[in-house]
Antibody
Framework: EVQLVESGGGLIQPGGSLRLSCAASGFTVSSNYMSWVRQAPGKGLECVSVIYSGGYTYYADSVRGRFTISRDNSKNTLYLQMNSLRAEDTSVYYC????????????WGQGTTVTVSS | SYELTQPLSVSVALGQTARITCGGNNIGSKDVHWYQQKPGQAPVLVIYRDNNRPSGIPERLSGSNSGNTATLTISRAQAGDEADYYCQVWDSSTGVFGGGTKLTVL
């Protein structure tokens, strides 16, 4: 079964760090475009980071310099290292797969909640 | 940066046809994807590459894309179609989402 399972969310103080994980099954992470998409409470979807099959990475302006996307091919897992967290980073974070830019994001995880608050 | 504009809300009577638009500069030259999101759930891809349905998505959902507007059409609307809908394109190495449209089935 093709599946993504996120973990690592939680309550963190401003300025703190968290690492989100997204374990994939049924397909190979490194052969796809993998994205982290977040959704603040009551708001829409925002793509914050993408790692392409060739290793190229993209970051939204709002997180560039603070977040790092990576993957572990041996574990078939995607990561998002989040540093210097701010209140405005509070969101549900989803990982999602796209086999190409023409295919859409066809597999999503269930989401993990990050709350940044003192 | 590229922007996509969606109406905040659309209402449709049960059994009628709903149309949700997604506006963007020359969006007709891009592949548009549509997602359905119900409360407390992850988004689900319902249309990809303008007018293609993933397996399991009913034929009642269809898409079109031309000029500066893409449209998601939901025919014979059902109570289960009530959800938020997002359009998305890829631009400048990232996925760009519209602001989302809340579909209400009356």
């Amino acid at each position: 079964e093709v599946q993504l399972v996120e973990s690592g969310g939680g309550l963190i103080q401003p300025g703190g760090s968290l690492r989100l994980s997204c374990a994939a099954s049924g397909f190979t992470v490194s052969s796809n475009y993998m994205s982290w998409v977040r959704q603040a409470p009551g708001k829409g979807l925002e793509c914050v980071s993408v790692i392409y099959s060739g290793g190229y990475t993209y970051y939204a302006d709002s997180v560039r310099g603070r977040f790092t996307i990576s993957r572990d091919n041996s574990k078939n897992t995607l990561y998002l290292q989040m540093n210097s967290l701010r209140a405005e980073d509070t969101s549900v974070y989803y990982c999602a797969r796209a086999s190409s830019t023409s295919s859409g994001m066809d597999v999503w995880g269930q989401g993990t909640t990050v709350t940044v608050s003192s | 940066s590229y922007e996509l504009t969606q109406p905040l809300s659309v209402s449709v009577a049960l059994g009628q046809t709903a149309r949700i638009t997604c506006g963007g500069n020359n969006i007709g030259s891009k592949d548009v994807h549509w997602y359905q999101q119900k409360p407390g759930q992850a988004p689900v891809l319902v249309i990809y590459r303008d007018n293609n349905r993933p397996s399991g998505i009913p034929e009642r959902l269809s898409g079109s894309n031309s000029g500066n507007t893409a449209t998601l059409t939901i025919s014979r609307a059902q109570a289960g179609d009530e959800a938020d809908y997002y359009c998305q394109v890829w631009d400048s190495s990232t996925g760009v989402f519209g602001g989302g449209t809340k579909l209400t089935v009356l």
